[in-house]
């Protein structure tokens, strides 16, 4: 007989799953560190409009990051929470001293495109595994995120 956790699900898929979640985790912090350096150091012509952007991006990326962790504790595994573990983890790399506007745009459309890639592997195994929540969450992410990379492809021109 199947092992089920607290909520029903089968044990192993879940665990699987989680660990696959912690992934997704390591790249949201590194993600949002990025974006949080870009906010701060951003220069040039298009500073203000550019600043107030990667602010709104690194509130919704650390919404994530904890709609992530908790996502792994439901289905009862514990999320990684130790930068190094998130570095080593991560296909997401560090953007280190960037400045100019446009580059730090061309980064984040990176960062979403990795992202984006991960949370639809995520939803496969959710939806093979028949865990509706984490479905609906990535579900939901990449929706959202696929219009956030249009707009800033747009913006590039």
């Not at 799953?17 to 912090?29: S, T």
């Not at 991560?90 to 960037?98: L, N, Q, Y």
Request: proline share 1%; charged share 25%; with cysteine.
């Amino acid at each position: 007989m199947q092992q089920l956790n607290v909520i029903g699900l089968e044990a192993q898929g879940a665990k699987a799953l989680a660990d696959k979640l912690n992934e997704l985790l390591a790249n949201y912090q590194v993600f949002y560190m990025n974006v949080r350096g870009f906010h701060w150091n951003v220069r040039g012509e298009r500073f203000f409009e550019l600043h107030v952007k990667f602010e709104e991006t690194y509130n919704d990326l650390l919404l994530k990051v904890d709609e992530v962790a908790e996502r792994i504790l439901t289905l009862g595994q514990r999320p990684r929470h130790a930068y190094s573990a998130y570095l080593e983890q991560s296909s997401i790399t560090e953007a280190k001293d960037v400045h100019d506007g446009r580059e730090c745009v061309e980064h984040i459309l990176q960062s979403y495109k990795a992202v984006i890639q991960l949370q639809r592997e995520i939803l496969a195994e959710a939806a093979e595994l028949g865990d509706e929540g984490t479905s609906a969450l990535m579900s939901d992410y990449i929706s959202q995120q696929e219009k956030t990379a249009w707009m800033l492809t747009s913006y590039l021109g």
